[in-house]
């Protein structure tokens, strides 16, 4: 059996074991022009479980883009613009501050208040308020983050996001979803039957994926907000890959249907069934374009495995990838300039980025077994599986390749393909 059918089709037997724990973080490298902030603890933080200060911190600082001050024996911290003196922190070089309350309020709710300020202009660059449940305690900090993200880089943040990947506990087979943290993990659907290939719709609403739980592989739509599932593809064969279009309207998948895997596009509700490619190649891993107009797949039709494009309505295929003999399940940058894939460079597989405009190829990674990249809504980090100690384990890596991440399950098991969801508001 070649390479690429032993990717794809080989891939469930990958797992050992995993506990619902939250992930651990480990962060390498960073930016070398961090921009120094000061997160001054939020004043009532005793309120709250989770202390949101502490989180809007760690989620800076684990972009690698920020150097988060000490603040700890400081003798005045403020909560309000007002309280801020700014000789005491320029002194710092903090080029921001940022200073918050939190204050309980009618019905068991909390009312967050955080303001980012321009340490030496000393003006206001964002402030908001919010009145939460206690369940939305690390979410609006997550908000928070971006807020501060967004102001300080000009580009969108990533924070309040959440990814998906699967874990096994002894026998048993589970979809996970979590904050873009760890933090948070919650099981969506498990069974005693391997459980592959999640993907998030883009309105990060649901989630397809495909389950053996009826001996073969079937895709399955699950609702996030209701709970509710639906059969999307049981054909004749196998039912693998589903890739959401950017509208939502329709998946592609891939389908032994016919004889061998090809590529099919199909409604989100089900029916509308047409055939992409026809080839006597494996054509699998399918991933719309950001705009919708091509979708991009691996094929083994050259004879080694390599990336494809095709137009949505079906048409006459085109390779996309000629620098090195083994490249596969592609994935886009939110703006469409850049492809993330799998290559096998010198026996090892790594993480490569490549800019459609130039061709530039760029490795990212630094495994031997590094599998399924996905990238942040930011587009400015991409989770991927890894092997860590002889476990599957999530890491990330900047686009850039300056900073890496190591997500670990403190359980000690194994953790696999991720899919990083959606910005939702």
């Known amino acids: 059996m070649n390479q690429i059918r032993w990717m794809f089709f080989c891939a469930v037997f990958l797992f050992t074991t995993i506990a619902n724990a939250a992930l651990e973080i480990e962060i390498s490298g960073g930016d070398a022009q961090q921009i120094p902030i000061a997160v001054v603890p939020y004043g009532g933080s005793a309120l709250t479980r989770d202390n949101i200060s502490d989180i809007v911190a760690a989620d800076l600082s684990r972009s690698g883009l920020f150097r988060v ?254 620098e090195g003999s083994y490249n596969v399940s592609p994935r886009f940058s939110p703006d469409g300039k850049a492809l993330a894939y799998i290559r096998n460079d010198d026996g090892k597989f790594r993480v490569a980025l490549q800019d459609l405009a130039s061709g530039q190829v760029q490795l990212l990674s630094e495994g031997a077994q590094d599998e399924s990249p996905s990238f942040a809504p930011n587009g400015r980090v991409i989770l991927y599986a890894t092997k860590l100690r002889g476990r599957g384990a999530l890491a990330a890596v900047s686009s850039d390749g300056k900073v890496r991440q190591r997500l670990n399950d403190a359980s000690g098991g194994d953790v696999r393909e991720p899919a990083w969801g959606p910005l939702v508001n």
């Open 69 to 322: 001050l000490e603040t700890r024996g400081m003798a005045n911290l403020p909560t309000t613009p007002a309280q801020i003196k700014y000789a005491e922190w320029t002194a710092l070089q903090a080029q921001a501050v940022t200073v918050g309350n939190v204050e309980s309020v009618a019905g068991g709710r909390f009312k967050v208040t955080f303001q980012l300020m321009d340490a030496l202009k000393q003006t206001q660059l964002a402030g908001m308020d919010y009145q939460i449940a206690p369940s939305q305690v690390r979410t609006t900090a997550h908000k928070i983050a971006d807020i501060i993200y967004q102001k300080l880089t000009g580009q969108a943040g990533l924070f309040a996001s959440r990814i998906a990947y699967i874990t096994k506990t002894g026998k048993r087979y589970a979809l996970q979803v979590a904050d873009a943290d760890g933090y948070n993990p919650q099981t969506v659907v498990s069974s005693n039957e391997p459980i592959i290939s999640p993907a998030w719709s883009p309105d990060g609403t649901k989630l397809a994926y495909v389950s053996f739980e009826k001996k073969k592989p079937i895709i399955f739509v699950q609702s996030l907000t209701s709970g509710s599932r639906e059969i999307l593809a049981n054909y004749k064969g196998n039912n693998s890959a589903p890739a959401w279009s950017p509208s939502g309207n329709k998946l592609a998948i891939v389908l032994t249907y016919g004889a061998n895997s090809q590529i099919y596009t199909i409604d989100a509700g089900g029916g509308g069934l047409k055939q992409i490619t026809k080839s006597s190649a494996i054509d699998t891993e399918p991933a719309f374009s950001p705009d919708g107009n091509f979708i991009y797949f691996s094929s083994d039709r050259g004879g080694r495995p390599q990336i494809y494009k095709v137009p949505a309505d079906g048409g006459s295929p085109s390779r996309v990838t000629f």
